[in-house]
T-cell receptor, first 113, second 114 residues
Framework: NAGVTQTPKFQVLKTGQSMTLQCAQD?????MYWYRQDPGMGLRLIYY???????DKGEVPNGYNVSRLNKREFSLRLESAAPSQTSVYFC????????????FGPGTRLTVL | DAKTTQPPSMDCAEGRAANLPCNHS???????VYWYRQIHSQGPQYIIH???NNETNEMASLIITEDRKSSTLILPHATLRDTAVYYC???????????????FGTGTRLTIIP
């Protein structure tokens, strides 16, 4: 199993450009998450999807949209990138349950100029 | 979710036990203590979790005080590969759909010294 995969690994955008970060998991997990991590900081939740067809806002959703395409895939879209969105983006997935644990992807390093 | 307090950094000699403390004095009865770590530039990795009993797995041991206001993560024989940021997270259970939210603080940067 590959676990959680993310593409691309690196991306440089100009202010105002758009892009979609892709995430896929092969563990048959119901729940998926998008986090961002700024330098020297912990992770902050952007959006999450409890199950296929549902999405909810996390702590810092402004400037982002998400799509839960199917059970495996959860994408994050930046419609008009801003320098403040320069960060490392992590996708995670988990199975439902009281004691579920989250499994993280390797991250996408995004720079907005 | 309860707030956690961790020291910003710690050193440990290779081969020794690394003991990482975490205070969570406002934890409530149904909240679990989770530990994750993040090795440089990688995604966080789950280590262990517990409610009130001590727990052990192949990676580490988790000791939770009787009043549950603090806990200690123990890496029994630290290696250089254990150098990472360790996050102590306390969280409750929101719903039956697994849409749990992890609230990451800044963690403890553990450096294993050869």
């Amino acid at each position: 199993n590959a676990g959680v995969t993310q593409t691309p690994k690196f991306q440089v955008l100009k202010t105002g450009q758009s892009m979609t970060l892709q995430c896929a998991q092969d563990m048959n997990h119901n729940s998926m998450y998008w986090y961002r991590q700024d330098p020297g900081m912990g992770l902050r939740l952007i959006y999450y999807s409890a199950s296929e067809g549902t999405t909810d806002k996390g702590e810092v959703p402004n400037g982002y949209n998400v799509s839960r395409l199917n059970k495996r895939e959860f994408s994050l879209r930046l419609e008009s990138a801003a320098p403040s969105q320069t960060s490392v983006y992590f996708c995670a997935s988990s199975a439902p349950g009281v004691q579920d644990t989250q499994y993280f992807g390797p991250g996408t390093r995004l720079t907005v100029l | 979710d309860a707030k956690t307090t961790q020291p910003p950094s710690m050193d440990c000699a290779e081969g020794r036990a690394a003991n990482l403390p975490c205070n969570h004095s406002t934890i409530s009865g149904n909240e679990y203590v989770y530990w994750y770590r993040q090795i440089h530039s990688q995604g966080p990795q789950y280590i262990i979790h517990g409610l009130k009993n001590n727990e052990t797995n192949e990676m580490a041991s988790l000791i939770i005080t009787e009043d549950r206001k603090s806990s200690t993560l123990i890496l029994p024989h630290a290696t250089l590969r254990d150098t990472a940021v360790y996050y102590c997270i306390v969280r409750g259970y929101i719903s039956n759909f697994g849409n749990e939210k992890l609230t990451f603080g800044t963690g403890t940067r553990l450096t294993i010294i050869p």
